[in-house]
């Protein structure tokens, strides 16, 4: 498969402020998914950015689309292009299990969906901060903000598991610019009211777009509706992450009967790969019945 051109539903804001919406991807190749199954315990927001620096060929006019970038993409403008890459390397269809959430049920339960019902809230981005006036219950100041992106995620992941209220408050210090224009240390951040804090965050949640993280299920044991939690990042590097002894068993089948180089295999996509090893197979087979 070739390049594909994608509108992010966010945008990518530069450091003259100019606002990039158009992405150029190119699909998976055996380098990628190397680089993604050798590297288990590699927190995934990490992951991700070194991911999609090697298939994101352009953002707007930006041709040398750098790791810094990447980093600085919006949250859901990355999972975005992660869902899109996903579909060109394996196809819009979606097989994931799950259970039923109902507690006298809780079947467990092979569903398919497709990739594009999965809800994406576009929010095209006009600059890089935003503005807010706090209600005069949270002190009614003035905050200046940008919205969260891959290197807040990438600084935060450890202290998301261990405690979430101080990623929270770090999450805000890194995103305020200025409170009542003055930028605020993070000792300003954390005796911040609660409210002022939940309503900060409730604009950027309103501000962002976002790749919706769970979808409505029908359970094909008791026949009930119900919404079922499916995060794209988590599903799609597990899918990602295949078994380095496969790849390499991969890469040696083709090499033994091709004789191309490592570098040449590695260097298709995944579905040319599997399109050779099919081929080769089906001859074998052939040759095998003759
Ligand atoms: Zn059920």
């Known amino acids: ?26 699909p998976l ?37 750098t790791e810094g970038m990447v980093r600085r993409l919006l949250v859901g403008d990355r999972l975005f292009l992660l869902l899109k890459l996903r579909e060109m390397t394996f ?10 959430s109902f507690p006298d049920c809780r079947a467990r339960a092979d569903i398919d969906f497709a990739t594009e019902n999965i809800p994406i ?14 209600s005069p219950a949270a002190g009614g100041n003035i905050v200046t903000f940008r919205l969260p992106n891959g290197e807040d995620q990438e600084m935060l ?14 999450l805000l210090a890194r995103c305020v610019e200025s409170i009542d224009a003055v930028r605020p240390a993070m000792a300003d951040i954390i005796t911040l009211p609660p409210t002022a804090k939940a309503e900060i965050e409730q604009e950027m949640e309103r501000l962002a777009p976002r790749i919706s993280t769970s979808f409505e299920a029908r359970c094909p044991v008791c026949d009930r509706s119900f919404t079922a939690a499916f995060d794209v990042q988590e599903f799609v590097m597990a899918e990602l992450n295949t078994r380095l002894d496969l790849l ?8 033994f009967h091709y004789h191309w180089s490592e570098k040449e295999i590695l260097g298709m996509t995944r579905q040319n790969r599997r399109r050779y090893i099919e081929v080769l197979s089906e001859e074998m087979e052939r040759l095998n019945h003759a």
């Open 157 to 170: 992941t450890h202290l998301l598991d261990s405690n979430e209220d101080m990623a929270a408050d770090k």
């Open 121 to 134: 809230t576009q929010s095209p981005q006009g600059s890089l901060w935003h503005r807010l006036q706090l």
């Open 29 to 65: 190749c055996g380098f990628s998914e190397r680089m993604v199954a050798g590297r288990n315990g590699t927190p995934a927001p990490v992951l991700l950015t070194a991911l999609l620096s090697r298939c994101i060929d352009k953002i707007g006019s930006i041709d040398q689309v």
């Open 248 to 255: 390499l068993k991969e890469v040696h089948y083709l090499a």
């Open 91 to 100: 196809g819009r269809n979606i097989q994931a299990v799950i259970n039923c």
């Open 1 to 26: 498969m070739d390049r594909m051109a994608f509108q992010l539903p966010g945008g990518f804001v530069d450091d003259d402020g100019q606002v990039h919406d158009h992405v150029i991807l190119s």
